[in-house]
């Protein structure tokens, strides 16, 4: 059973950076193939999709988050990062980790292809 758990939320002033950790067990990323994302849920908005990463290494992107923010991975850590930089009033939201056993693919900011989620981690950007 994969448990995810992240970490590193906070408030925030518009422009700074924020990096969200997410601890991961049951599964090691050198060992399985695993698509690994971040989603957002701000109050009356859909849960999207934010950035994913393939085992091999290859990163997928909103377009709001292209520019912005980067999701990386620690092999030895087993741990998946989000880092988020000039950030908005508009990123305020909570920020989810999400894992499959399979590729991310062109669908990956789908909920539904999903089967892991951590509890959630609050960012909150203030102007």
């Known amino acids: 059973q994969v448990h995810l758990v992240e970490f590193g939320g906070d408030s925030v002033q518009g422009g700074g950076s924020l990096r969200l950790s997410c601890a991961v067990s049951g599964v090691t990323f050198k060992d399985t193939s695993y698509c690994m994302a971040w989603f957002r849920h701000a109050p009356g908005k859909e849960r999207e999709g934010v950035a994913a990463?393939?085992?091999?290494?290859?990163?997928r992107y909103a377009d709001f988050a292209k520019v912005r923010f980067t999701i990386s991975k620690d092999f030895a850590q087993n741990t998946l990062f989000l880092l988020m930089n000039s950030l908005e009033t508009e990123d305020t939201a909570m920020y989810y980790c999400?894992?499959?056993?399979?590729?991310?693919?062109?669908?990956?900011?789908?909920?539904?292809?999903?089967?892991?989620w951590g509890q959630g981690t609050q960012v909150a950007v203030s102007s």
């Open positions: 999400a894992a499959v056993h399979r590729w991310c693919g062109i669908v990956w900011g789908s909920t539904e292809l999903f089967n892991f």
């Open positions: 990463i393939e085992n091999q290494g290859t990163s």
